[in-house]
């Protein structure tokens, strides 16, 4: 017969909310004198460390609190990655007030939508945009505030703000952090549609927490008390994929870049401050690697890079790992999952391979991490085998995967709670994931997403187009570029260059398709839709002049 437990006995742990002040509070209390390094907007280098980070962002909550900013209020940042931003974070996510990163490269329409749907009731800023924040704020009716990250003296005055120096020199009294479950909303961040608008993706504390311990074990970004960590991804691109809360659960010394991301500026940054991993897309890898190569220059102390955001090219892992001894490892996520799904550290049998061998797996997006289910299926939804050559929509599931958009009425996932990533691949019998295609319509160039819908939709309206279709096309540099397929209508005949000028000003400079090709047909699928499958694999091998 079964003894049951009695009800008082059956949760005997402690009750320990999962709120991610509690990373900083670590930080600080049992690495309080790691260095935290931000090149600032002048091209020099401030050192923090992490307990002064935890006093400022304790002053910060108090001055949020001060002005009736409380639980679930949004407060917005448009800032690049700085010890001051960091201090932001998480001084807006102590006192369970949501930190919102916003994108500076979006468009101001865009900008304008995001902070209006996330209903901000303040902006927190770098002074470099404050022409931004001037032509945002007449649109933006919740802002209630601006501040600047910056000391008094060089705070804008063409509009009221505040400069966050003063914000936290003004602040006083007792905070308190985390006290609230754990499920609660902590941050923001909005994720470009294939078509409509941007969609928000919003984390609680939990699914923050669990991403930092998912991506902290031993096969993924696995950041220790002796790592010096370069975190080039931005902070407003899904949480810098996770870094600043990695780095403060394990006492690592931080190093913001600040805006400069050129090969020179990075390359100083790694050997000065002896950077040992980092993180970031291809495209600034790319610059990297070409600056070391025109000056033959070596990384000395740098032991890992973790490479994401898109497909990571085999001259880059060779580039990094033959020519200066750092270990490549692949990353693919995305917002939705917080970010990170796979890595690509090595199995002990691709681990004992020959080079060749550990190369190709190296430039697949690698393994699923514990803490995520993997699953890729068929287009009736079928999962399918482990095989390594049947590529299916990659669906993923897990703590730190979303399930619902920031106001939207109905659930992101399938009846059996799957996320589908819009990304096609394979998984082979290794467990490596391979993505092979991107069933969403959009082109990611240097880690930026472009809508090929929306040049599309522009471009049928020049009274020459029939059909416009907008492919990827590969770049060196950006990884993707957009190529235009145009079928001219009967009759009608018009010029690249005509095409092309006909688009100016209509989308952003970086939108513009790098060429404009013509077909007779454009090839269509059973239902008249474009058949972009064709097209990517009749222009897989064209370059752009
Ligand atoms: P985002 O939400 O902006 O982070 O973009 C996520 C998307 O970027 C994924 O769905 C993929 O299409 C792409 N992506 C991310 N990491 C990789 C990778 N390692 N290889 C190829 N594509 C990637």
Redesign the pocket.
């Known amino acids: 017969m079964s003894t049951p437990i009695p009800p008082d006995q059956a949760d005997l742990m402690q009750p320990w909310a999962l709120t991610v002040d509690r990373a900083l509070t670590h930080a600080a209390r049992w690495h309080g004198d790691r260095a935290v390094v931000s090149r600032l907007a002048d091209g020099s280098l401030s050192r923090t460390n992490y307990a002064e980070i935890e006093r400022r962002a304790r002053r910060c909550s108090a001055a949020l609190l001060a002005a009736g900013i409380g639980q679930g209020d949004r407060i917005a940042t448009l800032a690049m990655n700085h010890a001051n931003h960091v201090t932001a974070w998480f001084g807006i996510m102590g006192i369970g007030a949501v930190c919102h990163t916003v994108n500076p490269r979006l468009f101001d329409e865009q900008l304008v939508y995001i902070i209006n749907h996330a209903a901000d009731r303040w902006l927190m800023a770098d002074v470099q945009f404050a022409p931004l924040v001037e032509r945002l704020l007449p649109q933006c009716p919740t802002l209630e505030r601006v501040v600047y990250f910056c000391g008094e003296a060089d705070c804008p005055t063409t509009h009221p703000a505040v400069a966050f120096d003063t914000l936290l020199a003004a602040a006083s009294g007792p905070v308190v952090w985390g006290d609230f479950d754990e499920h609660s909303p902590a941050a923001l961040c909005y994720?470009s549609g294939t078509t409509g608008h941007p969609k928000g993706v919003l984390y609680t504390h939990r699914s923050q927490m669990l991403h930092t311990l998912i991506i902290q074990s031993r096969d993924a970004v696995a950041l220790s008390a002796v790592d010096t960590v370069l975190s080039i991804v931005p902070m407003f691109?899904?949480n810098a994929w996770g870094i600043p809360f990695a780095a403060a659960t394990s006492g690592a010394r931080l190093v913001l870049p600040g805006a400069r991301l050129d090969g020179a500026s990075v390359y100083e940054l790694i050997e000065q401050e002896r950077v040992t991993v980092s993180a970031g897309v291809p495209s600034v890898w790319q610059l990297l690697l070409e600056y070391l190569a025109k000056h033959q220059l070596r990384l000395s102390a740098m032991r890992r890079v973790i490479i994401?955001?898109?497909?990571?090219p085999e001259s880059l892992i060779r580039g990094f790992q033959d020519d200066h001894g750092v270990d490549v490892i692949?990353?693919?996520?995305?917002?939705?999952m917080s970010?990170i799904g796979t890595m690509g550290a090595p199995t002990e049998r691709i681990a004992a391979a020959d080079a060749a061998t550990r190369l190709r797996y190296t430039a697949k997006?690698g393994r699923v991490l514990f803490g995520v289910d993997l699953q890729i299926t068929d287009d009736d939804g079928a999962v399918l085998a482990h095989d390594g050559h049947m590529p299916g929509h990659i669906q993923v599931k897990g703590p730190a995967v979303i399930r619902r958009y920031y106001g939207d009425d109905k659930d992101a996932v399938g009846a059996d709670g799957f996320f589908d990533?819009?990304?096609i691949g394979t998984i082979d019998v290794d467990g490596y994931m391979e993505?092979t295609d991107?069933a969403k319509d959009l082109i990611?160039s240097g880690g930026e997403?472009i809508s090929s819908v929306e040049i599309e939709n522009l471009a049928v309206g020049h009274p020459a187009v029939q059909l416009a279709a907008v492919i990827a096309i590969p770049h060196v540099r950006w990884r993707e570029r957009p190529l235009l397929v145009i079928q001219l209508k009967e009759g009608k005949t018009a010029s690249p260059k005509e095409l092309l000028t006909f688009l100016e000003g209509k989308i952003a400079r970086w939108w513009m398709p790098d060429a404009v090709v013509f077909v007779e047909h454009m090839p269509l699928g059973a239902t008249g839709k474009l058949d972009k499958k064709t097209l990517r694999v009749q222009f897989a091998e064209f370059t752009a002049d």
């Open positions: 994720t691109h899904v994401g955001g898109s497909a990571c692949q990353a693919w996520g995305m917002t939705e970010p997006q990533s819009g990304d993505i991107r990611k997403w």
